[in-house]
């Protein structure tokens, strides 16, 4: 068994080195039938292989996640804060990966019309009382059920990584496809010069686990500029107030970051405004 290099959070302290190892291999394990697939086969295999994962993992932590309310209010709070500065009531919004939709729930009244994506059926049935502005949408999770330029803003949150870079693509493709001249897209994903931020940094240095590819932001910046993307922002808050970082600042310290340690990086993001300018997260527009 490996050892574990670096602390696990605080909500793992129930489970054994040994359930945490098992958890790794089965990440590897289930990761890899996605990296060796084709794309047709691999588009229709997302959701068998994460069924396939949580079914073989019974103390997963994701199980008990749910239960914690302190937990799911830190994370929606999260969101929250990064949304509403810049939303509008004429906004038709779009969140991709809705889960449980509590967060498509708190931003209805926020926007004109929401619509929450899920490609799992057991989260939607779960969900029977929704605001009148809202609809959950069943999809295959890159064929995205809108006409073309209709869309205002559309969000996903720790998604991407998870995608293989060709279905990222495609995705992405989909989502420049559906958004209006002048719409939105916030991407909010790990960035690689922090990672891994699968279970398998927890074991090593490299993603090897269900992050299929991790981005830095100019790599994500990039990526989304050669699909069409003309503008581009990296948000941060201070004070509940959204503030962007100019783009040679934001590019001055990732490529400092990308020619030192990790340890050195970590080291660094002890201090609050470099911690700020670091971890933005970036908002292209159409």
């Known amino acids: 068994m490996k050892e ?10 129930y489970l054994t080195d040994e359930q945490i190892y098992k958890m790794y291999e089965s990440e590897i394990k289930q990761s890899n039938r996605l990296r060796i697939s084709d794309s047709e086969k691999r588009k229709s295999l997302y959701e ?33 804060n990064k949304l509403i500065p ?19 729930k708190q931003l ?23 605001p009148s502005n809202m609809e959950i949408i069943i999809f295959d999770g890159f064929n995205f059920p809108f006409e073309p330029n209709s869309i205002d803003f559309i969000y996903s949150n720790q998604l991407i990584e998870h995608l293989h870079s060709d279905d990222a693509l495609d995705q992405l493709k989909s989502i ?20 891994p931020g699968d279970i398998s940094g927890y074991f090593g240095n490299e993603a090897i686990g269900f992050h299929l590819k991790e981005y830095t932001d100019l790599e994500l910046r990039s990526t989304l500029k050669s699909i069409g993307f003309k503008k581009f922002k990296f948000q941060t808050i201070i004070k509940g107030k959204s503030i962007y970082i100019p783009f040679f600042i934001k590019w001055s310290i ?6 030192i340690s990790k340890k050195k990086r970590e080291k660094l993001l002890n201090y609050r405004i470099i911690n700020l300018i670091f971890n933005t997260v970036i908002i292209a527009e159409k």
């Open 108 to 130: 209805s009244s926020h926007v004109s019309k929401i619509y929450a994506l899920e490609i799992s059926e057991t989260y939607a049935s779960q969900n029977n009382e929704l």
């Open 86 to 104: 810049i939303l509008n009531k004429h906004q038709v919004f779009v969140e991709v990966g809705a889960g449980d939709c509590a967060l498509s």
């Open 4 to 13: 574990i290099i670096k602390k696990v959070p605080d909500f793992w302290n």
């Open 254 to 259: 990732e490529k400092y970051f990308s020619k």
């Open 48 to 80: 068998e292989v994460y069924e396939d994962y949580y079914s073989e993992l019974p103390f997963h932590p994701a199980f008990k996640v749910k239960n914690n309310n302190e937990i799911q209010k830190f994370r929606l709070d999260f969101q929250l």
């Open 176 to 195: 420049f496809n559906c958004l209006k001249k002048g719409g939105k897209h916030m991407c909010i994903t790990p960035n690689r010069l922090l990672g």
